[in-house]
């Protein structure tokens, strides 16, 4: 059984007061079923995870990082490492983020080196995958997604393969307010666990939770989640307000 897992990633919003305050908000409103029946994370910017990690230090809500460097140490100015991630208290750490391909540029290759060293560092990575609207268009949703997780996954064994969660995030639908439907997101839900199983075996295609990302809402979070291949969900605006993300908590519950 895959547990669902409802994470909140906070963007470049928040600051220290309103980040420790969110997150023990989050924490305190979600301690009956977070770590139970559902694992909840938090993704604040990366100047404010020592101070929400150690605010979460007796909840069972995890803190994670948007990003990480694909090296542990060294001469790699402004960039930040996966030990240093979990020296702070990281358990997660977003891969990949449509953000981070198409605003700031980052390529299949990097991603698939971000993973890696995220792994290699004691961190359990998310790979963000996702269409743009014209590749939508142009039916090569498919084809986009394959290649994405092809080259994110690139020459990790099984067994490192296994620490991975995979976010389905359509860019056309990410802030944007336009949502996948449930049906639209479950067919590609399906093709990635497929490819999984391709390119694995059944048993980490079963295994691996796939999250949905792209405007969730408290009104859509339910259907979503009563995909089958649905796992969880990847919320960005709706996770800066307490109520709003715990009640799509509780909708995966
Ligand atoms: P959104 O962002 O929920 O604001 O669309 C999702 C994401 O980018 O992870």
Request: aromatic letters at 6%; one cysteine or more.
């Amino acid at each position: 059984m895959r547990k669902p897992f409802v994470a909140g990633n906070w963007k470049m919003n928040t600051d220290s007061r309103s980040s420790v305050n969110l997150a023990k908000r989050i924490a305190s409103g979600s301690s009956e079923v977070a770590g139970h029946s559902v694992s909840v994370a938090v993704f604040p910017p990366f100047v404010y995870l020592e101070l929400v990690a150690k605010a979460l230090s007796a909840f069972s809500v995890a803190v994670g990082a948007q990003d990480v460097y694909c090296e542990s140490k060294g001469a790699f100015t402004g960039e930040v490492s996966s030990p240093m991630l979990k020296d702070i208290g990281c358990t997660y750490v977003l891969c990949g983020h449509s953000e981070r391909r198409h605003v700031i540029g980052e390529t299949d290759e990097l991603i698939n080196r971000k993973v890696a060293a995220a792994i290699t560092g004691g961190l359990l990575p998310i790979l963000c995958v996702g269409e743009l609207l014209s590749e939508r268009d142009s039916s090569q949703t498919e084809q986009v997604v394959a290649r994405q997780l092809k080259s994110g996954l690139a020459g990790l064994s099984a067994e490192k393969a296994s620490a991975v969660t995979i976010a389905y995030e359509p860019v056309w639908a990410i802030g944007t307010g336009r949502t996948a439907t449930p049906q639209q997101a479950q067919e590609v839900h399906q093709l990635v666990r497929n490819f999984l199983a391709a390119m694995y075996d059944s048993q980490l295609a079963q295994e691996t939770r796939i999250l949905y990302g792209g405007s969730v809402k408290l009104d859509n979070s339910a259907d979503l989640m009563g995909q089958q291949d649905i796992d969880g969900l990847l919320v960005g605006g709706a996770s800066l307000n307490a109520d709003d993300f715990l009640a799509i908590i509780r909708s995966a519950a």
